[in-house]
């Protein structure tokens, strides 16, 4: 079945560092790929997406390339700040029935 | 423009007691979902809704949960007879149509707590 693996949290780094959250799928056919972000205390935001191999979703300096050779979707930001802190979700859309497949999630901690 | 919007954000209730969540999607979307998620985890699958035909069910963790969406429009999620085992957040979440990208978009869900 569909299935999203990510790296477990929490990832602690000091403000301006880089940052790499490593996201890894098992999808039938081409599923569209997501990164989600919870904030403390709010609901789920859509942070960027990818829908075919090779796109490369980005929004607020997080990007994510969609691999399909290595099945992966892995987010990164160059110089992350406290503001970032959060608990990130990467997600997958098989399109043939509509739910969204989760990974487990990965809490940021950023430290000035 | 407004987002999707869960009412109650918060609702403590006893075990045995029913009790019913309400969500309104963004107002040109047609399709919508409902998922569950326990601290920690991400969200887990509960129903779907297209306009107002509920097209997967399957995934409902028991026949205590039910969902509707009689008018196409705003949805809820009732919970009968509710166990501490379903102290979770319930999330809801829309999306339009069409389209190739089958993004969602959530709601601040609301968080039950069974005591």
């Known amino acids: 079945g569909n299935s999203v693996t990510q790296m477990e949290g929490p990832v602690t780094l000091s403000e301006e560092a880089f940052l790499t959250i490593n996201c890894t799928y098992t999808?039938?056919?081409?599923?569209?790929l997501f990164w989600y972000v919870q904030y403390p205390g709010e609901g789920l935001q859509l942070l960027l997406k990818?829908?075919?191999a090779d796109d490369k979703g980005s929004n607020k300096g997080f990007e994510a390339t969609y691999r399909k050779e290595t099945t992966s979707f892995h987010l990164e930001k160059g110089s992350v700040q406290v503001s970032d802190s959060a608990v990130y979700f990467c997600?997958?859309?098989?399109?043939?029935?509509?739910?969204?497949?989760w990974g487990a999630g990965t809490k940021l901690i950023i430290k000035p | 423009d407004t987002g999707v919007s869960q009412d109650p954000r918060h609702k403590i209730t006893k075990r045995g007691q029913n009790v019913t969540f309400r969500c309104d999607p963004i107002?040109?979307?047609?399709?919508l979902y409902w998922y569950r998620q326990t601290l920690g985890q991400g969200p887990e699958f509960l129903t779907y809704?297209?306009?107002?035909?509920?097209?997967?069910k399957s995934r409902l963790l028991s026949d205590r949960f039910s969902a509707e969406r009689p008018k196409g429009s705003f949805s809820t999620l009732e919970i009968q007879r509710t166990e501490q085992g379903d102290s979770a957040m319930y999330l809801c979440?829309?999306?339009?149509?069409?389209?190739?990208?089958?993004?969602?978009?959530f709601g601040p869900g609301t968080r039950l707590t069974v005591t």
């Open positions: 107002s040109e979307h047609n399709r």
């Open positions: 809704f297209q306009n107002e035909a509920q097209l997967e």
């Open positions: 990818a829908t075919k």
């Open positions: 999808a039938t056919g081409y599923p569209s």
């Open positions: 997600a997958l859309s098989a399109r043939s029935n509509y739910q969204l497949i």
């Open positions: 979440a829309s999306s339009p149509s069409g389209g190739t990208s089958y993004e969602q978009y």
